[in-house]
């Protein structure tokens, strides 16, 4: 396929911005993590721009209702045979198109009843990434925006402008090295990394622009011990890679509007957030509604550090603290969580599942918010936690680096606090440092009013991802 070369003329700039957007996950459409959330936010913000024309296509998993649909069928490819696209309007996301298979369309998007990856998830995600360069020929957009190795191997059929984000670098997507035999276009051999096909290393060598979902990430991944690999890869990019952190959606994110809360609060009326921590504590079955609450929301996965904070729990009584956990995944850690939960129900209450309704009210209710994560390109909830004026508590890496900073080393611009080392004893002394400005609570509001008053939205980032847009159609045009 060769690249559509656009004119260059001097209405570029006014003309709007013709983008596909590919994802695995967009919520509520289809959500397993932090992937579904910031794929949705900024589809949202890019919709609400008139520099942008915003086309989405997400995998069609079955059972997603759309209205107004229309269908129609693009080739696919010798695996997949003829895929079947349906466009419509989804619930919160507007339009979007959905593309599927019989293959495609299972209840989970990744993983089987028991949480082991589909076996044919290569065959699922490829076929799926073909087809979205199919639908790019057939909608010749200006830059096709891929997410993550489920869309990554869209550019080894599509040589159009495009820009690749890594979410995350701790699944690539590895396969069979067989697989170049089936994908026979020229671009295929950039994904050959070390004997096995990898579609993230292919990506982040062919896109135009590779972005990381924070500044810090972007840092963090060229070192050797931080970038599962690929810190070659990614040092050849030079100025190509660049780091943009997420934003939340103000718009689910706000407690003063929030429907899950019986009442509303902000940073000139933190007085009332006590209701919300009186109605999680009674939630949770905790008669206690004085001591401190530190809220965790999470996917129980080895990435995100439950078990340094687990290990915590002995310490925490000593210091007053309990714990209000909600989040699924793997097993070892839910059944630790739930031994624990029934031998100390004061010290921890674990609430196993994915339930959007609590999660608000554990980062209204609770007092401090705990991320533990070993790595974390980006986080939301820690930008989630304070726009509800719960003060988070963090582990030194990814974006987390570039969104709390800590009020102990930078009293003026404190808004949270940050461990020294990604491990138990680090987080300790953080939720020590952070226990003690909550007890003091004029310090505590500063901090509060701090991070709520702090603008969390997607606005700025949109508008770096736009500006990159718009240099990538520049580029094209001009070749
Ligand atoms: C992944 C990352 C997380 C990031 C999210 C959205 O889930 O682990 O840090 O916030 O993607 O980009």
Redesign the pocket.
């Known amino acids: 396929m060769a690249r559509a070369k656009k004119p260059a003329t001097t209405s570029l700039a006014s003309d709007p911005v013709h983008v596909l957007f590919a994802s695995a996950e967009a919520a509520p459409v289809a959500r397993v993590?932090?992937?579904a959330e910031?794929s949705a936010g900024l589809i949202r913000s890019l919709r609400t721009r008139d520099d942008v024309r915003l086309d989405v296509v997400l995998p069609d998993y079955g059972d997603v209702v759309l209205d107004d649909e229309s269908t129609s069928t693009l080739p696919g490819v010798s695996w997949t045979g003829p895929l079947t696209v349906r466009t419509g309007q989804a619930d919160q996301l507007g339009r979007v198109s959905l593309i599927g298979w019989e293959a495609m369309h299972r209840p989970h998007p990744y993983v089987d009843e028991t949480g082991l990856g589909w076996e044919d998830n290569a065959d699922r995600f490829f076929g799926f990434s073909a087809g979205v360069a199919q639908l790019a020929e057939a909608l010749d957009p200006h830059v096709v925006h891929c997410n993550d190795w489920h869309t990554a191997m869209t550019l080894a059929w599509s040589e159009r402008p495009s820009v690749y984000t890594i979410?995350?670098l701790g699944y690539q997507g590895q396969a069979d090295i067989g697989w170049l035999r089936e994908i026979t276009t020229d671009r295929a051999s950039a994904f050959d990394r070390w004997g096995e096909l990898n579609p993230a290393a292919g990506a982040i060598r062919l896109a135009d622009r590779v972005i990381a979902?924070s500044p810090n990430y972007a840092q963090e991944i060229l070192d050797p011990a931080r970038s599962a690999g690929l810190h070659g890869v990614l040092s050849g990019r030079g100025e190509d890679l660049v780091g943009i952190r997420?934003g939340i959606d103000v718009s689910l994110w706000n407690p003063a509007d929030d429907p899950h809360l019986h009442v509303g609060y902000g940073p000139t009326s933190l007085a009332d957030k006590a209701e919300a921590k009186h109605e999680l504590c009674a939630e949770l079955g905790w008669e206690d509604v004085e001591s401190p609450v530190i809220g965790v929301v999470t996917r129980l996965v080895e990435?995100k550090g439950l078990d340094l904070l687990l290990g915590l729990i002995p310490y925490l009584d000593r210091a007053g603290a309990r714990i209000a956990l909600l989040g699924s995944g793997e097993e070892r850690l839910s059944l630790w969580a739930r031994d624990l939960s029934t031998r100390s129900p004061e010290q921890l209450a674990f609430v196993e599942g994915y339930d959007v309704a609590l999660a608000h009210r554990i980062f209204a209710g609770a007092d401090l918010f705990a991320m533990p994560s070993r790595f974390?390109?980006?986080?939301?909830a820690q930008m989630q936690s304070m726009a509800y004026g719960t003060i988070p508590v963090v582990t030194p890496v990814?974006?987390l680096v570039d969104t709390v900073i800590d009020a102990d080393a930078d009293p003026d611009a404190g808004n949270g606090f940050v461990a020294v080392t990604v491990d138990g004893v680090g987080m300790l002394d953080a939720i020590h440092r952070a226990l003690r400005a909550w007890h003091d609570t004029r310090r505590r509001a500063r901090l509060q009013k701090r991070g709520m008053k702090t603008d969390w939205s997607w606005d700025q980032p949109t508008e770096q991802h736009v500006e990159i847009y718009r240099s990538v159609r520049s580029d094209s045009a001009v070749e």
């Open positions: 993590g932090g992937l910031a979410h995350t979902v997420n990435q974390e390109p980006c986080g939301l990814g974006g």
